[in-house]
């Protein structure tokens, strides 16, 4: 562009004149004329563009593993002076200012999606902002096995107070994109090709004539900065911030005839100069402010600013311009923290509740009052046990958390968890307004990790969750979820889902991290031993499990009398259980970790219509046999007494007469869960031998009969044992 004049007026002809560096034109009123002069625009230096990927360190971007592609931080840098050139007396002076730059971006790809931005105009014709930054959202809808690069392209053109300029310039970032056949994706992103316009400087054009020159510079009024924030932001996220600076210089001129001549020529001239702008983005503490975070690229016009804690936090932005002026602006927004509001895991496997029998299903881990915890009573609190099999992938289902505004396109939530093999990943996040500030949910989840090939045993499985554009390396933790969590050794052919809850923690208590069957065997019969096993406190719904006998919690063998339950989910349900009860119970907790069981029904050999077998301990007075119904009176009569023998599970003295019993047969010994009795090896005969010598008083063949046949234990087997 050239802007041609002859200028007159009372001063004298200096080279060089640079008015930009002293704010005003020399003047001089001593009435000389005779100085050819010439004003006119020229484009130098030309301008210069550098576009960066930033990355999440401002230092580029490669990430690896990822699940999906995650945003990739962009940012343009522009520059463009140019000059006013003022011919004098054969001189030429640069007077120079500073043009404003506007950028935009576009992508393509080399087939299929290129991506996005996710500023919604960054791609469109209008101009933007100078040093603008963006977070670009690489595309996702490869195949795994499919790679696709992307070329994108950021452009600058300057915008010279409403006179276009036809410069332009530009650069170009090449993103690559690979997707492996485990389906997790690559991204790198690296610096292609610029174009910078070059220039050689037009020369000083002399004009013939009569002239003068009358040239200032105007400076009204100082610059001013105004910049903006987001709403809100999210504890980990990066959200673009901006700035709108103003300052407009004017350059005066007047073109005509010196004083004197004929015809009288007076053209005034004024020429607006938009002056370019520096940027410095800083934190700035003030009274009541709790939230932090930092910038990534604080000297554009518009940073990306990442949120670390929650709370308000006050940001400011000082400009300055080419001739020294200044100015600066303040702006506070809030950091808003996420909440966990619930968690579900994928698991083929549903832990039932020990008393009413609810099926433990998703979501296992629930804040119901919107504290970010999930261990209150009475307000939908949700803290379930899950239980996964060795060799299954733990995964998860969905997952929810609280937040008062939306997520930014392309925010991820990433789970670490605590001595375990996981790291979760969730993305795709959608956002549902409520009344106690909103939900983001996804059900977009992937586990990183082997699948366990050992028991383990999570009390509590814990996951801390960060929120943060997917790949990012600067997420930050805002919640925690915690489970009671199983892995069993059972195969995935077995079929034991639904098992109660303390079933599942017998069966791991004590097995955390062990893969050897006879180990856990021994670990598990452990707890039946002691004969104070209690049921799991408290349950899912963070309640107490009451004690099934004032001051005990032990589950007890024949603790209800005649109503005590004779299954296995009964007895877990009241706290009390029969032998079949106990021997079904403990055959559950041996199936959960794949240890082969059998059970037996132990009677009287030919299963007597009313025979039946006592247990120690008794005292009678004379010599056997003797009559079964002094045995069975209450109390007992005859001289008969009933002492404290073979203590039961939670029981010292149960109920010591019995039609039958049972017991659980285990790589070849006899485990008595009711009694805690065992393991008697040498199955079979010698196990059976062992086990009715330490326990069985006597029997009788007919307990209705009137006349004395109540025997004595023998030394060899009396019992006959029925799978």
Known sequence: ???????????????????????????????????????????????????????????????????????????????????????????????????????????????????????????????????????????????????????????????????????????????????????????????????????????????????????????????????????????????????????????????????????????????????????SWRVVPMPGDTGSGYFIGPFSRSPLFGALTPGQVTVEVYVSTLDGEVATGQVSFMIYEPKCKQLSFNSSDTVVQDAGGTPYAAPHWKDGN??????????????????????????????EIT?????????????????ANETYSAWSLSYTPGTSGGAASTNQLSTSGNAYTVCRYFAPYRIDWALGPVGSTTTVVFGRTENKLYVTLAGPGDQHAGRRHTTYEVA????????????????????????????????????????????????????????????????LNAGHGTCVAWSVFLMRCFDLQGIPSKRYEVRLPGNPLNGMFFVNSWTAPGAAPFLASHFLATPPTGGVVDVVGIGGQGNNDPVAHFVNHFIIESAGSIYDPSYGAGPFPGWPGGAQKTWENAGLYGLSANVLSTTPNLTLNKAGVDLQYTP
């Open 508 to 571: 791991c208590k004590n097995n955390d991290g062990l893969s050897d069957v006879a180990t856990c065997r021994t670990n598990i019969w452990s707890q039946f031993s002691g004969r104070n096993l209690p049921r799991v406190s408290p349950d899912g719904f963070n309640n107490t499990v009451p004690e099934p006998t004032p001051g005990s919690s032990a589950i007890t063998y024949w603790g209800a009398g005649a109503g005590t339950p004779q299954t296995a989910d009964g007895m």
């Open 403 to 419: 937040v008062p505004i939306p997520p930014m396109p392309g925010d991820g939530l990433l789970g670490t968890t605590t001595g």
């Open 1 to 279: 562009m050239n802007t041609r004049a002859i200028l007159s007026g009372a001063m004298h002809c200096l080279a060089p004149l640079v008015l930009l560096a002293s704010g005003l034109a020399a003047q001089n009123g001593d009435g000389e004329y005779g100085c050819p002069i010439k004003l006119e625009d020229d484009p130098f230096p030309p301008m210069r563009i550098e576009a960066t990927v930033v990355g999440f360190t401002d230092s580029g971007y490669a990430r690896a593993d990822l699940p999906v592609p995650g945003p990739i931080p962009m940012g343009i840098h522009g520059t463009d002076i140019d000059s006013v050139l003022v011919k004098c007396a054969g001189g030429c002076s640069p007077v120079f200012y500073g043009v404003p730059v506007n950028g935009r971006w576009t992508v393509t790809s080399n087939g299929g999606n290129p991506g996005t931005f996710i500023r919604p105009d960054a791609t469109t014709a209008a101009p933007l902002d100078n040093y603008m930054r963006v977070l670009y959202l690489p595309p996702s809808d490869l195949a795994p096995g499919q790679s696709r690069i992307c070329e994108v392209k950021a452009f600058l053109t300057d915008n010279e107070c409403g006179v276009t300029d036809p410069e332009q310039a530009w650069s170009i970032i090449r993103v690559t994109i690979d997707r492996f056949v485990n389906g997790r994706y690559q991204v790198v992103a690296s610096m292609g090709a610029s174009f910078n316009p070059q220039f050689d400087p037009k020369p000083c054009e002399g004009e013939s004539g009569d002239c003068d020159l009358l040239m200032s510079l105007q400076i009204p009024p100082p610059p001013s900065v105004v910049p903006q924030a987001p709403p809100g932001i999210l504890v980990g996220e990066l959200r673009s911030l901006n700035c709108v600076p103003s300052d407009t210089d004017r350059l005066l001129g007047e073109c005509g005839t010196p004083p004197g001549t004929s015809p009288v020529i007076h053209n005034p001239f004024a020429k607006d100069l938009c002056d370019s702008f520096k940027y």
């Open 370 to 399: 919107d504290n970010g915890l999930a261990t209150d009573v009475n307000v939908g609190d949700r803290n379930f046990p899950v239980a996964f099999r060795k060799g299954q992938q733990l995964k998860l289902r969905d997952i």
